[in-house]
């Protein structure tokens, strides 16, 4: 009997502890986000939009980015924790491009020598092909803020403190988008409250 209720005393050490393993690191640094664009008809919409959402719940909150939680309202972040604001916006760009490459073409042609009398020619002569045109893909850029309680005569506000940039490239000729903008732009945000957080 003895055996028995330690083995099910194990088995339940065991339950916990794995649950307890998996649990999510704790919140030390929160962050909402904001984005104005052609998107949100250039209002200010809070909030993580459908990649951004995705990308977070793989990776946000875990690694290298521990601690670090998304917050639908800035408003519910404790006072206590450091709070970010990321406020970004997407956009197009077009940027022109010219192709240039070189080759070898053959050619041929009848010549006709003083005496009236024709032949038939041929060879090889380099040629260059140009094409150009114009690319159109999405950007992201922004800036990341922080909550000062002080500033503005104790009444707090945000005060920017970095320029947000997507670091990805979403278009490669001939290949379709290869990531989001605006998760790339999330990514850097991340990579930037990490560093600030760690100089604190």
Not at 95 to 110: D, F, H, K, L, R
Request: aromatic share 8%; net charge neutral.
């Amino acid at each position: 009997m003895k055996l028995k209720t330690l083995i099910v005393m194990a088995a339940t050490l065991l339950v916990v502890s794995t649950v307890l393993a998996k649990k999510e690191p704790q919140c030390v640094v929160y962050f909402a986000v904001v984005e104005n664009d052609e998107t949100t008809v250039h209002l200010s919409m809070a909030g993580l939009n459908n990649a951004q959402k995705s990308w977070y719940e793989k990776h946000g909150n875990r690694d290298k980015y521990a601690g670090i939680c998304y917050i639908a309202k800035a408003s519910e972040a404790p006072a206590s924790a450091p709070l970010y604001a990321v406020v970004w916006g997407e956009h197009s760009v077009n940027s022109p491009y010219t192709w240039t490459s070189q080759s070898t073409e053959q050619i041929t042609g009848t010549v006709t020598d003083q005496n009236g009398n024709q032949s038939t020619v041929t060879m090889n002569v380099p040629a260059t092909k140009t094409d150009s045109g114009a690319v159109n893909y999405r950007t992201a850029d922004g800036w990341l803020a922080v909550w000062e309680a002080k500033a503005k005569d104790g009444k707090g506000d945000f005060i920017p403190v970095a320029p947000l940039h997507s670091h990805t490239p979403t278009w490669w000729p001939g290949l379709a988008a290869l990531s989001s903008a605006s998760t790339s732009l999330l990514k850097d945000a991340m990579e930037q409250i990490s560093q600030r957080e760690k100089q604190r």
